[in-house]
Antibody
Framework: EVQLVESGGGLVKPGGSLRLSCAAS????????MNWVRQAPGKGLEWVSS????????YYAASVRGRFTISRDNAKNSLYLQMNSLRAEDTAVYYC???????????????WGQGTLVTVSS | DIQLTQSPSLLSASVGDRVTITCRAS??????LAWYQQKPGKAPKLLIY???SLQSGVPSRFSGSGSGTEFTLTISSLQPEDFASYYC?????????FGGGTKVEIK
């Protein structure tokens, strides 16, 4: 069974940093592109970042580029999101999600974690 | 960047109704469009990919159509478990984008 479990969320002050993790199991993690998608309270979905299988290509939304860094450790079946210079508008539930097609970028997201809440507030 | 505009943002309907949600792209995206369903407090669920292909396990009352810049998601006969929010997503190019969402509520 495919499982994605996020962790690392919490309360952080504006300007602070946080590192999110996503532990993957039940599939060959190294074969799939992975993504972070967020959802602010009461708002819609916002794609944040994607990483290809070997970390060759990294993609970011304009709203986080230069502040967030996506990475992965295929040996540990884990996905990460390092978030620096956090702002109030980064407050959201952050989901990790898997591309549905092996070795393919930008394919639909077929498995999602349960999400981890990041709150940026003083 | 490609913008997706969903309409309506709120739809009131009854069980058994036929429901259609529209997603318009700011430029052509061929058939690189997916639809998701999200219930409160839950992660999104993939319903439709490649504009019209039904994801495994999704009931056949859900269907998608369109290509280029205009797409639709149709629920042929709304069931109680279908009251949720729906989002389109373009997968044509980065940055990937979602539509603003459509909430389907009980009339």
């Amino acid at each position: 069974e495919v499982q994605l479990v996020e962790s690392g969320g919490g309360l952080v002050k504006p300007g602070g940093s946080l590192r999110l993790s996503c532990a993957a199991s039940g599939f060959t993690f190294s074969s799939y592109c992975m993504n972070w998608v967020r959802q602010a309270p009461g708002k819609g979905l916002e794609w944040v970042s994607s990483i290809t299988t070997s970390s060759t290509y990294l993609y970011y939304a304009a709203s986080v580029r230069g502040r967030f860094t996506i990475s992965r450790d295929n040996a540990k079946n884990s996905l990460y999101l390092q978030m620096n210079s956090l702002r109030a508008e980064d407050t959201a539930v952050y989901y990790c999600a898997r591309d549905s097609v092996e070795y393919s970028t930008s394919s639909p997201l077929d498995y999602w974690g349960q999400g981890t809440l990041v709150t940026v507030s003083s | 960047d490609i913008q997706l505009t969903q309409s309506p943002s709120l739809l009131s309907a009854s069980v058994g109704d036929r429901v259609t949600i529209t997603c318009r792209a700011s430029q052509g995206i061929s058939s690189y469009l997916a639809w998701y369903q999200q219930k409160p407090g839950k992660a999104p669920k993939l319903l439709i990919y490649a504009a019209s292909s039904l994801q495994s396990g999704v009931p056949s009352r859900f269907s998608g159509s369109g290509s280029g810049t205009e797409f639709t998601l149709t629920i042929s006969s709304l069931q109680p478990e279908d009251f949720a929010s729906y989002y389109c997503q373009q997968l044509n190019s980065y940055p990937l984008t979602f539509g603003g969402g459509t909430k389907v509520e009980i009339k």
